[in-house]
């Protein structure tokens, strides 16, 4: 909800009327709390169950929801979250330039597509806001899934492969569409997949969350390298938020200790 307020806050158009802008908080609202309270019942369904039979996969984001936001092991999740962050976009962008390199159309160019963000910094700051809280509901649905398929079959390996069996269906139509070589689609969604899993099953709720909505950042908002491009201070700000994030999880994880070792 606080997400959402907050997007609404920077990107609505406010004018000096009391009752348009309680129209407008309204209307935005309707389906904010619907989204808050699906994300509240997906949590009561997701904890006990996990606690009980994989309490390591939410001890970060349980530390983190205690106000233990500078605890080492949160730091450590950050961390990790935001290079699995990295990580994916880096695929996507070697999805999106190599079927040309090798000779064959490119795919459908959906990287990087939001051009609204480009609008200006208030934009983008409520795209940003956004796609971290889309991030959220993302990672809490697939450890939902997970938990459930662990609960369901019992064992861990089953319940691994049950989860790379969904997901290959789920993904399979991105294959289909993209327009680029299926074999590249299929390889490419293949190594996704495997990453996805590994983040879940391996790192647990926090590591996901981060994962999905830093990875959104960067899979979303148009980025360029030339600092004097007009686009130059909407790629600025997302970098900025990204790194902010990752040296935070960086100073997080040393517990205190010097941030470089000793010289």
């Not at 999880?249 to 941030?259: E, I, K, M, N, V």
């Amino acid at each position: 909800m606080a997400g959402y307020a907050a997007s609404w806050v920077i990107s609505a158009h406010h004018v000096p009327d009391v009752q348009q802008e309680i129209n407008s908080f309204s209307r935005t609202f309707g389906g904010v709390l619907m989204s808050a309270g699906m994300l509240w019942v997906i949590y009561l369904a997701l904890e006990p169950s996990v606690r009980r039979f994989w309490p390591d996969g939410i001890l970060g984001w349980t530390r983190l929801m205690s106000g233990y936001v500078r605890d080492p092991r949160v730091g450590r999740d950050v961390l990790i979250g935001c290079a699995i962050a990295v990580w994916l976009p880096l695929q996507e962008t070697l999805f999106n330039v190599l079927p040309p390199i090798l000779g064959f159309p490119g795919p459908i160019p959906y990287f990087q597509g939001n051009v609204n963000a480009l609008n200006d910094v208030s934009t983008e700051l409520s795209v940003i806001v956004e796609v971290i809280v889309n991030g959220l509901f993302i990672a809490m649905f697939a450890v939902l899934a997970y938990a459930l398929l662990r609960l369901a079959l019992r064992r861990t390996a089953v319940a691994i492969a049950a989860a790379v069996v969904l997901l290959a269906i789920v993904q399979a139509p991105q294959v289909l569409t993209s327009g680029a070589p299926w074999w590249i689609g299929a390889i490419f969604q293949g190594m996704v997949i495997a990453v996805i899993t590994t983040m879940v099953v391996r790192y647990g709720l926090l590591v996901t969350a981060v994962a999905a909505g830093a990875g959104n950042i960067l899979d979303t908002i148009p980025l360029t390298a030339s600092l004097s491009h007009w686009s130059a201070t909407t790629s600025n700000l997302a970098i900025a938020v990204i790194l902010g994030l990752t040296l935070f999880g960086f100073y997080a994880s040393r517990a205190g200790q010097p941030l470089f070792g000793r010289a």
